[in-house]
C-alpha cells in the first residue's frame, strides 16, 4: 500500500477531523437557536458551542483507544494531550477572550477613534468543552466501527 492510499486508509484520522467538521458546523445552529440570526461565518471562528477542539481531540483519542486498545501508553498519551488542549480551551484562552474584552473597552473609552479591536471569542466555556468532548468519540467510534476508513467509503461508492 502506498503511502498515500494509507492516509486514506487511517480511520481514527478521517473520523475525529470529521467529528470537527461537524462541531463547526453545529455552530451555526446553535448560534440560530441562541440568537436567531444565522451565521454561516461562525464556522470559521474559534470559540463557541461546541468546542471543535474537544470533538477534535477526543475523537481522535477515543479511536486510538479502540484500535490500540486502551491499556496501550499511545491512549495514555493522547488522554494526557486531550486533557491539556480542553483546558486550554476553557481556561487559558477563555481568559486571553475576557482580556482582550476588557482591552476593547478600555481602548474605546480612551480613545473614541481607537482602531484596537481585538478579538473576543477565542475560549469555551466549561460546559461547551464538554459537548464537543461528547460529539467526538459520538461521531468516531461508530464511524470506525460502521463504516471505517475514507479508503473503505470509497471502495463501497465505486463498487
Same mark, same amino acid.
Given at each position: ?116 479591536? $481585538?478579538?473576543?471569542? @477565542? ?5 461547551? *468543552? #464538554?459537548? !464537543? &468532548? $461528547?460529539?467526538?468519540? @459520538? ?5 470506525? *466501527? #460502521?463504516? !471505517? &476508513? ?10
Amino acid at each position: 500500500m502506498s503511502e498515500f492510499s494509507a492516509f486514506f486508509d487511517n480511520s481514527v484520522l478521517f473520523w475525529s477531523l470529521l467529528s470537527c467538521l461537524l462541531a463547526q458546523f453545529f455552530k451555526i445552529l446553535f448560534n440560530f437557536f441562541s440568537t436567531g440570526k444565522i451565521r454561516f461565518g461562525i464556522m470559521f471562528e474559534t470559540g463557541g458551542m461546541p468546542s471543535s477542539h474537544s470533538a477534535l481531540i477526543t475523537g481522535a483519542t477515543s479511536g486510538i483507544g479502540f484500535q490500540m486498545g486502551f491499556n496501550n501508553p499511545v491512549f495514555a498519551l493522547a488522554i494526557a494531550i486531550s486533557l491539556i488542549v480542553m483546558y486550554d480551551a476553557s481556561g487559558v484562552r477563555k481568559s486571553a477572550g475576557i482580556q482582550a474584552a476588557e482591552i476593547n473597552k478600555l481602548s474605546k473609552k480612551l480613545d473614541t477613534k481607537s482602531q484596537v479591536d $481585538l478579538k473576543e471569542t @477565542l475560549g469555551h466555556t466549561k460546559f461547551e *468543552v #464538554f459537548v !464537543g &468532548s $461528547l460529539l467526538g468519540p @459520538l461521531i468516531t467510534l461508530p464511524g470506525i *466501527v #460502521f463504516i !471505517g &476508513s475514507p479508503l473503505n467509503i470509497f471502495n463501497l461508492i465505486i463498487n
